[in-house]
Each structure stands twice: as structure tokens, then as C-alpha cells.
């Protein structure tokens, strides 16, 4: 996979409202003269990011709707088709974290719709978008996974696995779709943004996380970097450059390791872990 210039691309950001989306919308459009078509579900926050782009709001439009439900997608893809609308990059990267929790505690409708946002949303958003992105002379679709998908520790069981999923799908698909369309996996670590909105987290927790983490910005920009340079595959954050180097060596001992560390933690973030 070549080279893959973003700059002028029509670009579909799921989860544009928040986190990294956000941070990737005003940098496509600000800095590489995108267009870009937010979706996520609060009105809200889509306001306040079309607010901040100032004279480039026009480059901006957003649609609300749930990207788990595939007859969304659909819709959505029939009403781009019908405007004319030619999409050259994808980014599915809406996702949810539930709190650190042992999967024995968990709710399995909990665990149903952490598959369904973070791993089915990609298949039904590549499923509906593909036909579209085929119209644009060169197109990508980037898929946002986690550090996560290779360091699956105590209290993550579902989400590293939705994580892990996303990964494989996408490494697979690149495969498919090369030429044609770039795919690209992105395993970032961590970075404070709202993912732990419903997780409970304290400032201690978030201290922690910005600590050994790194700012949603410079997430943004290594996905760009990476997807410019035609990167298959993006790992961004120190913390998960390191896991990826251990996991590739110990790929059980350091997951074993990871455990113990959370487990051993007087963090409140990981107070569920103790058992
Ligand atoms: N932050 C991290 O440490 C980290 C690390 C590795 C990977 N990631 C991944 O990076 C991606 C972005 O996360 P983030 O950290 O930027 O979190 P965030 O600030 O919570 O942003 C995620 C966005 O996804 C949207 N979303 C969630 N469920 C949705 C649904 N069913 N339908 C439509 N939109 C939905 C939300 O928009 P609405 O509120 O408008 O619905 C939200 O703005 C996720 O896939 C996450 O798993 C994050």
C-alpha cells in the first residue's frame, strides 16, 4: 500500500463529536482542506465542534443516528448516494469502554452492546460505505482498535476482544481491498478524553491516565501521519509502543504481568479487579 494523500478528501468520521473524532475533524479540515460528514448522537457536541471551526464550519456536516444498528448505515449511505455524495476516507472510530470489571460481574446486554458499538458498527459502516468509496479515485478506511487488542488484561475481557476483532477485520480487509481502497488498523493507548464518561473515574484515575498516556491531539495526528505515509497498521501512544514490543516478545507473560500491576493497584479505577 502506497502512499495516501488525505488532503481534499471528502472524509465520514464516526464519533466525530468527542475524543479523537473531534480532534480529527478540526485537523482534516484546518490543516489538509477536508470536508468532512460527522456522525454520532449528540446534537450538542456537534454544535459546539462545527462552533470551533470558526470559518470552516461550512466544511463541516454532521447526522446523528446509533452506527451499531445496521439499517442506520444503510440509510445513511442511500441519502450520501441520492446528494452525489463521493466519500474518499472512512474513519470508523465511535467506540464504548465499560468500566474495569471482572467478567463474571458483568451484565451480558452490557457486553452485547460493546460488541455492537465497537466491532459490528465497523462491519455494518465498511459494508455500507465500500460501494461508495469504490466511486472516489483512491480511497481508505481507517478502523480504530486499542492497545487493548494485544494486551487483553484482567477487567477488559469484552472490550479487548471487541478491540482485537476490529483489528484482525481490518488486517484482513486490507488484504481484500488492496488497491483499490487502504485500510488501516489503529491501536492507540490511552488518552483522557470522554470514553470514561460512565466509568466512575476520579481525578486520581485520570491523572494516572494522562500520565502514562498521551494527549488526543497527538493521537490525531499520528493517525493522520500514519494513513498519509499508507500504513496498514498504526500503533500511536507511548504506553502502547510499549505493550505492542512486549506483547510481541511475551505475548503471555507481559498480558500476565499487566494483571497483576492492575490488580495490585490502589487505583479506585481498578478497585473491582482485587478478587
Ligand atoms: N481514549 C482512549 O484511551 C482510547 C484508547 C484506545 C482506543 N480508543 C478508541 O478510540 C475511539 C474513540 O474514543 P474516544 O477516546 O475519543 O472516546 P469519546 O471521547 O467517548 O468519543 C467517542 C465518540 O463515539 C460516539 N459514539 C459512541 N457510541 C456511539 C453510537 N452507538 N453511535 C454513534 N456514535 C457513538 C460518541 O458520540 P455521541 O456522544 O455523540 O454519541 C463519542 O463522541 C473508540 O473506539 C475507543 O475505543 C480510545
Redesign the pocket.
Known sequence: MGAFNVNKKTVII??????????LTKILINEHGCRVIG????RE??EALAGSLGDNSAKFKYF??????RENWRKFAALLDRKGVIPGLLI??????PPFERFEDEDGELAKKVI???LM?VIYGCEAMIPLLKRSRRAGIVN?????AFSPSVGIAV?SAS?AA?RNFSMSLAEELDPDISVTA????????????DNGFTEEDYEF?SGL?SD?EE?ARAIIKGVSDGKKLIVC?KD?LLMNAMSSVLPVKSNELYSKVLKESTLPMFSNLKK
Request: one cysteine or more.
Open positions: 464516526t464519533g466525530a463529536s468527542g475524543g479523537f473524532g473531534s480532534e456522525v454520532g448522537r449528540s457536541k456537534m446523528l443516528f446509533d452506527v451499531s444498528e470508523n472510530n465511535a467506540g464504548i469502554m455492537d458499538t465497537n458498527s480504530i482498535s486499542s492497545s487493548s472490550y478491540k476490529v489503529v491501536c492507540p493507548g490511552f488518552a483522557k478524553t470522554d470514553l470514561f464518561r491516565i498516556g488526543k493521537i501512544g502502547s
